[in-house]
């Protein structure tokens, strides 16, 4: 582990894509060191190694670092993390914190997304909150209904369609509410797409659709993040550096996961980060 401590300013910033680097290791770096620096990214970047093994107890030290910047792509990198490795209580505790103060540029926007990342159907209802705080800002309610989507919808569909009418709140609680219902039967709070979240399915229908011409790159961008933070498998090669998809190297990423019997690791209902199990509840680092 290198005890050298870089220039953050562009080291770190594939972390705002995904949860590698395309062209450096990051375990190379000491996290105690970049923790040390108070730098944005160094801290990003550290609690990225961290989380890697199963360490989560430094999560409260990205909430400081997104609230005194503007910077989009450390915000990115920031709620990736806190929404792909954070427990739902803290998920929660942290949505509170920032809508403290709601006009911050861009808060409303990265909530929806925080949210979103949880794969927690709780989320629902605090994603309607936020539509309904969120008159004022139609990117942040276009967002909030792309979230309620991809936790609720198998595809893009009558849901997401809606961002284009800007539908008042009691209409959209009526649009979604035959997905909600569908979905409280369901033991876990664990969901995506519709169905309870299960890494290995998820793999398989990515795999499926990668073989269709038509697959909506906004999905395949979620899956991947959902995917890549849950097993930790670098899928960086997925796209190339202007982000176009590499479909031959996605389905090369997916079979090689698929033909290790991930169904004996991963279990239907379960959030994982870098195949470590996500603690169901968390109390605030003292």
Request: charged share 25%; aromatic share 10%; hydrophobic share 40%.
């Amino acid at each position: 582990m290198s005890d050298e401590i870089e220039d953050d300013e562009w080291t770190f910033r594939d972390l705002s894509l995904g949860f590698h680097l395309r062209n450096d290791d990051i375990l190379r770096y000491d996290p105690e060191g970049l923790l040390r620096t108070g730098r944005e990214w160094n801290i990003v970047a550290a609690l990225n190694i961290l989380g890697r093994s199963g360490n989560f107890s430094q999560l409260d030290r990205l909430t400081p670092v997104l609230a005194a910047t503007d910077d989009a792509q450390i915000w990115d990198a920031g709620i990736n993390m806190l929404g792909f490795s954070g427990s739902w209580s803290q998920i929660v505790r942290w949505y509170d914190l920032f809508m403290q103060r709601p006009d911050a540029p861009g808060v409303k926007y990265y909530m929806a997304f925080l949210l979103g990342a949880s794969c927690d159907r709780r989320a629902i209802n605090v994603l309607l909150d936020l539509y309904s705080r969120s008159s004022d800002s139609e990117e942040a309610r276009n967002h909030v209904i792309r979230e309620l989507s991809c936790l609720l919808e198998d595809r893009n569909n009558a849901i997401l369609l809606a961002r284009n009418a800007d539908p008042p709140f009691e209409d959209l609680v009526s649009l979604i509410r035959p997905s909600v219902e569908a979905q409280a039967s369901k033991e876990s709070n664990s969901i995506f797409e519709g169905a309870v979240l299960d890494i290995p399915s998820l793999a398989e229908k990515m795999r499926n659709e990668l073989f269709q011409e038509d697959e909506a790159r906004g999905r395949l961008l979620r899956r991947r993040l959902v995917f890549e933070a849950a097993t930790g498998i670098d899928c960086t090669a997925m796209f190339n550096e202007i982000g176009n998809l590499n479909r031959l190297a996605a389905i090369a990423i997916l079979d090689e996961f698929l033909d290790t019997d991930p169904g004996a690791r991963f279990l239907p209902g379960r959030r994982y980060f870098f195949g470590h199990p996500i603690p169901l509840s968390s109390t605030p680092r003292g």
